[in-house]
């Protein structure tokens, strides 16, 4: 999937949404899907780094895109239905969701998991996922076409010691995804996950602090399935978990 070339008007008129699109590939992802067309909602905790993004879009020439602040970790079923009202209002539609923000949780032995630790990683990989999928599928059962993407971890494939909850939020996106895939297998919406692979992020250098940046593909270079699983040449695809980078699978991240 590293060679796909989308085609420059592959996402015209369409509308995604994006969340933790503030950095890492969450912004190239915005960046990307922007170039091509898309009218991209950028939402995420940070406004200053949202900001960044929304001028970067504009100083591409891509349509002028729109920020949501919103903290995954404390919002409720009803920020997320107000979101969803305010997309149909403002926009009249939803083509795409990604979800990609995810919390980090401290690597560690599974006994010595904090209660609270627990708690913040499954509200934000995975409560905040569940809450606002049930707000948006109305709007994206409302379009010919569209697509949830969510992100999963090599870690949420095949269990790794002291990865602990972050990595079983990941099993637990994977099953989400897989059930939600199944119910929509007869609807005009697909759902899917993307394992980005090692990639030369924030989160990666915070687990891996030894490592060499420099050995990794940037967020830029894995876009190619990001921006297949949210066109037209992915129509056919549901149920899926597929790496980014699948030359260089690797179970550890």
């Known amino acids: 999937m590293l060679d796909y070339h989308a ?3 592959l996402l015209a008129n369409k509308v995604i949404l994006i969340t933790g699109a503030g950095d890492g590939i969450g912004r190239q992802a915005a960046l990307h899907y922007g170039a ?13 780094k949202l900001e960044a993004v929304y001028d970067e879009l504009l100083a591409q020439g891509s349509p002028e895109p729109a ?47 904090g209660e609270d630790e ?24 409302a379009t010919p076409d569209s697509s949830i993407v969510y992100t999963s971890s090599g870690v949420g494939k095949q269990g790794r010691a002291y990865w602990g909850s972050y990595a079983i939020s990941k099993f637990a996106t994977e099953g989400m995804m897989q059930v939600l895939a199944d119910e929509l297998s007869n609807s005009s919406v697909r759902a899917n996950c993307i394992n980005p692979g090692a990639t030369r992020t924030d989160m990666r250098s915070r687990a891996y602090p030894g490592e060499d940046p420099m050995s990794l593909r940037t967020a830029a270079e894995i876009m190619p399935l990001y921006l297949y699983l949210m066109g037209k040449d992915s129509l ?18």
């Open 7 to 9: 085609a420059p008007d």
């Open 36 to 48: 091509h067309g898309a009218t991209v909602i950028l939402l995420g905790k940070t406004v200053k």
């Open 67 to 113: 920020i949501i602040p919103l903290d995954l970790n404390g919002a409720t079923k009803n920020h997320y239905q107000d979101l969803a009202e305010t997309l149909k209002q403002q926009f009249g539609r939803l083509d795409g969701v990604l979800f990609n923000a995810s919390h980090l949780s401290v690597l560690g032995p599974f006994e010595m998991i």
């Open 118 to 141: 627990w708690d913040q990683v499954m509200q934000v990989n995975l409560k905040s996922q569940f809450l606002l999928t049930q707000a948006l599928l109305p709007l994206l059962k």
């Open 236 to 253: 056919t695809v549901n149920g899926q978990s597929l790496d980014a980078q699948p030359d260089k699978v690797q179970r550890k991240a």
